[in-house]
């Protein structure tokens, strides 16, 4: 069946750098754009930036613009997304997720990687 | 960017109970809404797409209205398992696709 699997949860001291993996598999890899979101414990979800499989453009939220990098395997149909510098806020829950485009004015987020944990703790 | 605003930010209802969640768009959308569901632990899961549209396998008590800027999600006859938190979110045109702050749905 189409869906993400995301690679599992990691403890990084401040300062350092982490690389997320979502494994895509079930459906054609190049179609659907995969975005990133995460969600800070208690709090609501946050758009992070996108990548297009096919070609591997980007677009990040400007927040993250000078610390965060998606890049794409596609051989193993696999997103990548890099954040450098980590803070203590930057612990979150992060989730990869499918855009499925369902016409020309309408796309949602269709299918969603498990999440993974990222803890940011000296 | 597009922001999006939900309200209430909490709820607590009885089961049976009909319950709307509003999101107001800070521009017009047309029709370019989606929502959410997402239990304790899990990753949200579409339940609506295109404002009014319900995903596969969500049951029909579920819908949802609206255009332009102001929008809604109904839930007829609420359930135990629809304890979650809702959110909207925008797809319009090449904006990021934010997401409203959520409303929590609590069952008395």
């Known amino acids: 069946q189409e869906q993400l699997v995301q690679s599992g949860a990691e403890v990084k001291k401040p300062g350092a750098s982490v690389k997320v993996s979502c494994k895509a598999s079930?459906?054609?890899?190049?179609?659907?754009?995969i975005y990133w979101v995460r969600q800070a414990p208690g709090q609501g979800l946050e758009w992070m930036g996108r990548?297009?499989?096919?070609?591997?453009?980007?677009r990040y939220a400007q927040k993250f613009q000078d610390r965060v990098t998606m890049t794409r395997d596609t051989s193993t149909s696999t997103v990548y997304m890099e954040v450098r510098s980590l803070r203590s806020e930057d612990t979150a829950v992060y989730y990869c997720a499918r855009d499925r485009r369902i016409s020309l004015t309408v796309d949602a987020f269709d299918i969603w990687g498990q999440g993974t944990t990222i803890t940011v703790s000296s | 960017d597009i922001q999006m605003t939900q309200s209430p930010s909490s709820l607590s209802a009885s089961v049976g109970d009909r319950i709307t969640i509003t999101c107001r768009a800070s521009q017009s959308i047309s029709r370019s809404l989606n929502w959410y569901q997402q239990k304790s632990g899990k990753a949200p899961q579409l339940l609506i797409y295109?404002?009014?549209n319900l995903q596969s396998g969500v049951p029909s008590r579920f819908s949802a209205s609206g255009s332009g800027t102001d929008f809604t999600l109904t839930i007829s006859s609420l359930q135990p398992e629809d304890l979650a938190t809702y959110y909207c979110?925008?797809?319009?045109?090449?904006?990021?696709?934010?997401f409203g702050q959520g409303t929590k749905v609590q069952i008395k």
């Open positions: 990548i297009n499989p096919s070609g591997g453009s980007t």
């Open positions: 979110q925008e797809s319009y045109s090449d904006s990021p696709r934010n």
């Open positions: 295109a404002a009014s």
């Open positions: 079930g459906y054609t890899f190049s179609r659907h754009y």
